[in-house]
């Protein structure tokens, strides 16, 4: 069964880096690309980044300065950190398989002081 | 990066009724490998999204036919038969052709 679980603090202060982690399972890293999805609050769907199955990695061009995806495919997780976090940060971080099949339950992240 | 126009942003309908969605994108959706990477999501309340459609026409695993997609190029729809309850949220067109994928701004559709 293929899941996808996030996992990350619910408050970052701003100008402070988020750092979520993305543990998956019922499927290979080195198989399949995993892609980051947020969502602002009530609003709609934004594509960050995504940590392919080799190892490369692409991002938004409008969010490419302030974010990184790495991996550790013993653990089979995805990380994603992005710096400098303003309001406008806060939302429900996704991250999910590339073919779109399968999502995690989100992780809610508010940037406040 | 390449616009995804989702309309109507709203519709409300009837249990049984029948609707349309349509998602127009500023470029042409065709890969060089042939594929157009057209898809939908839907996104009910509180919930993930869940694929509903893959390129273009391509039922996601479990959705029930009474989901449809049809389409090319740059002009998508995603019709949806008979109604049911279950069926309300918010629906994104999402296009994967092109990096950065896009999402359309979504329709919510309601249930009267």
């Known amino acids: 069964q293929v899941q996808l679980t996030e996992s990350g603090p619910g408050l970052v202060h701003p100008s402070e880096t988020l750092s979520l982690t993305c543990t998956v399972s019922g499927f290979s890293l080195t198989g399949y690309s995993v892609y980051w999805v947020r969502q602002p609050s009530g609003k709609g769907l934004e594509w960050m980044g995504r940590m392919r199955y080799n190892g490369d990695t692409s991002y938004n061009s409008a969010l490419k300065s302030r974010l990184s995806i790495s991996r550790d495919t013993s653990k089979n997780q995805v990380f994603l950190k992005m710096n400098s976090l303003q309001t406008d940060d806060t939302g429900t971080y996704y991250c999910?398989?590339?073919?779109?099949?399968?999502w995690g339950q989100g992780a809610s992240v508010t940037v406040s002081s | 990066d390449v616009v995804m126009t989702q309309t109507p942003p709203s519709l409300s309908v009837a249990i049984g009724q029948s609707v349309s969605i349509s998602c127009k994108s500023s470029q042409s959706l065709v890969y060089s490998d042939g594929k157009t990477y057209l898809h939908w999501l839907l996104q009910s309340p509180g919930q993930s999204p869940k694929l509903l459609i893959y390129?273009?026409?391509n039922l996601g695993s479990g959705v029930p036919d009474r989901f449809s997609g049809t389409g090319s190029q740059k002009d998508f729809t995603l019709k949806i038969s008979r109604v049911e309850a279950e069926d309300l949220g918010v629906y994104y067109c999402v296009q994967a052709t092109h990096f950065p994928l896009t999402f359309g701004s979504g329709t919510k559709l309601e249930i009267k």
């Open positions: 999910t398989r590339d073919r779109g099949d399968a």
């Open positions: 390129q273009v026409s």
